[in-house]
């Protein structure tokens, strides 16, 4: 197994940073920088940039009008994003939900949806975790039930990302209440404007309106709006979370987050000397550091073994694990590194053009990634439930 890039990966890899030079509008690089929230119309604008150049949806194969890129050239592409401050592309609609409709969604559904995310007229949200279904994802109790041509929807979704934007949802629903709790399930797209349906804000301990309590009341779905067969939901929804449970671990973010820690780390004053040269700060950041090294090591391997046709399963578990451990460690490394300026949190530092010292804003970053990066080792599958499924499935416990 060879773990090293070819000349022509690395080829790929320049190629990439000469776009991101080029094409990243700065005040979105410098929003990002500093840590600042970032607007709807700057994730829009961005993604639209990608989608001229052919590069939005990276995953996707060129007959659905995808780059047809390898995971080799998808892991560079997203490391060299973070390394450049470029915005995560929203996953929902790209990353999440296109590929269960390339999977298992009609001929019809794939000719008008796929086209629309690729040109970013859709934006998509979540609705999967309900307030008495979350880990146990199986428990969800939002009912469907058929009415001639359409789903009658009631019930309420909870921590749904971004659902302020959203125009659409792809939606968990129990069609079969006898049924086997994984057997009574199926898989439909909603549209947000569909009367009855209520979008409430949560707002999180970092201050950000991020996510969404959706509350569905009588909605009318249409039938032809189930992908794949009724109860056919959870395999829909098993195949999706492989997706996500894999972007969570979110190395190149993790990588990024390193750099600009020691960075911080080495200006940083001690007893007039740089932080870093503190034996225990300087051990905690090595083993991070060393921890990064083989999550990495263990990622390329999983793509290697993508690259030679094997399909990720369990291994995507153990990456979001990991993943989302060392980035909570890296943040609380940074928020101790910046000490007094990020015990305070101001929430219109994170806002806006205004020109600040960037001390300032670097603290109430700072705190709020501290915060907000709190919720990486729950959503996507809380790392519990994912460790069993690594205990039961790779060693066989």
């Known amino acids: 197994m060879n773990l090293t890039f070819s000349p022509e990966e690395q080829a790929f890899r320049e190629e990439v940073r000469r776009f991101l030079a080029d094409a990243l509008p700065s005040d979105i690089r410098e929003r990002v ?9 700057d994730h829009i604008r961005w993604q639209n940039i990608l989608s001229e150049q052919g590069w939005l949806a990276a995953n996707w194969p060129v007959e659905h009008g995808g780059p047809g890129w390898g995971p080799v050239q998808r892991h560079i592409f997203d490391e060299e994003c973070a390394a450049a401050h470029a915005p995560t592309v929203v996953p929902f609609g790209v990353n999440m939900v ?3 409709i390339m ?6 559904q794939q000719q008008h949806y796929l086209p629309r995310i690729l040109n970013n007229q859709d934006w998509w949200c979540q609705g999967y975790s309900e307030p008495g279904a979350g880990s146990d994802l199986a428990g969800l109790s939002t009912r469907a039930v058929l009415d001639g041509d359409h789903y009658i929807v009631n019930g309420q979704k909870t921590w749904t990302t971004l659902g302020q934007h959203a125009n659409m949802m792809f939606c968990l629903v129990r069609t079969d209440p006898h049924a086997k709790k994984q057997a009574g399930i199926s898989f439909l797209l909603i549209d947000m404007q569909t009367p009855g349906i209520t979008v409430r804000p949560i707002i999180t301990l970092d201050g950000a309106h991020e996510v969404n309590e959706v509350f569905l009341d009588n909605v009318r779905v249409p039938v032809e709006n189930r992908v794949g067969e009724e109860g056919q939901g959870w395999t829909c929804a098993k195949f999706l979370l492989t997706h996500e449970r894999t ?3 979110g190395l190149g973010h993790a990588k990024q987050a390193l750099r600009h820690l020691k960075s911080l780390a080495s200006r940083m004053q001690h007893r007039s000397k740089p932080l870093l040269s503190l034996p225990s700060f300087r051990q905690r950041v090595l083993k991070a550091e060393l921890e990064l090294m083989a999550l990495e090591v263990t990622n390329l391997r999983v793509i290697a073994a993508a690259r030679d046709g094997g399909v990720p399963g369990a291994e995507s578990s153990l990456l979001k694990v990991r993943g989302s451990e060392l980035r909570q460690e890296i943040s609380e490394l ?4 910046l000490g007094p300026a990020a015990l ?11 020109s600040l010292d960037d001390e300032y804003v670097q603290g109430a970053a700072a705190s709020a990634q501290y915060f907000n990066r709190r919720k990486l080792s729950i ?3 809380a790392n ?3 460790k069993s499924i690594v205990a039961k499935t790779i060693l066989g416990m």
């Open 384 to 386: 519990e439930i994912q």
């Open 103 to 108: 999977k298992f969604g009609s001929m019809e």
């Open 379 to 381: 959503y996507g599958g």
């Open 344 to 354: 305070p949190f101001f929430p219109e530092f994170l806002h806006g053009d205004a």
């Open 247 to 249: 972007g969570i671990a």
């Open 98 to 100: 296109a590929p269960v």
């Open 334 to 337: 940074t928020r101790r590194a």
């Open 33 to 41: 920088r500093l840590g600042r929230h970032l607007r709807a119309d």
